[in-house]
């Protein structure tokens, strides 16, 4: 156990509709890390929040945002969905936001499936 | 921009026998470089990282890998394999970006052995 906890761990829904993923943090962690992992993509980085700020982004469409709450934890919507946003996302967290040179810890991730 | 490439998309070994699960990197400055294993339907664990120091570099459940700076290679190797070392493989290196490290995964290694 990670320490990182995700919710839910599995979502069906149609095209066209909007969800929420959740995640909460190791105690202690200030930095979020958002992750897409799909067959034909791997794992690709979306988003980091270093406590309660946005610190990077990558490859995170226009119609996917996140945010970081005061208590740490953390949520990313995806709207509009497409039959390609089917993937697992999965939330990390670690201590450190600037020059980290640390490992993540990973939740098991949210399966996303859109009909 | 940094990358990561697992060449080979599958390796078979059987019990008993050494394992090479093979990295190799690009990446400006120092590179930060890492290995974490995924089994179904979890979520990345950490096994081992080298940031600086030895070339070779000891983690979890007997894995070990040796950073070699020529050949820009980070090779996860194991003496004897395990049944239950079968799961998916990623090599990670970080960079920089926003202000913060943010990791980037190869597609992953599935490493499958065999009784």
């Known amino acids: ?115 | 921009a940094q990358s990561v490439a697992q060449p080979e998309d599958q390796v078979n070994v059987a019990e008993g026998n050494p394992l090479t699960v093979k990295c190799t990197y690009s990446v400006s400055g120092n590179p930060y470089l890492f290995w974490y294993v995924q089994y179904p339907n979890r979520g990345l664990q950490f096994l081992l990282k080298y940031i600086t120091g030895d070339n070779l570099v000891k983690g979890s459940y007997g894995f070990e890998a040796e950073f070699n700076k020529s050949q820009t290679s980070f090779h996860l190797k194991k003496p004897s394999a395990l049944v239950s070392d079968s799961a998916l493989y990623f090599c990670a290196v970080n960079s920089l970006g926003g202000g913060s490290y943010i990791p980037t995964f190869g597609r992953g290694t599935s490493l499958i052995v065999h009784p």
């Open chain 1, 1 to 115: 156990d990670s320490g990182v906890t995700q919710t839910p761990k599995h979502l069906i829904t149609a095209t066209g509709q909007r969800v929420t993923l959740r995640c909460s943090p190791r105690s202690g962690d200030l930095s979020v890390y958002w992750y897409q992992q799909s067959l034909d993509q791997g794992l690709q980085f979306l988003i980091q929040y270093y406590n309660g700020e946005e610190r990077a982004k990558g490859n995170i469409l226009e119609r996917f945002s996140a945010q970081q709450f005061p208590d740490l934890h953390s949520e990313l919507n995806l709207s509009s969905l497409e039959l390609g946003d089917s993937a697992l996302y999965f939330c990390a967290s670690n201590p450190v936001g600037t020059g980290n040179t640390g490992e993540l810890f990973f939740g098991e991730g949210s399966r996303l499936t859109v009909l």
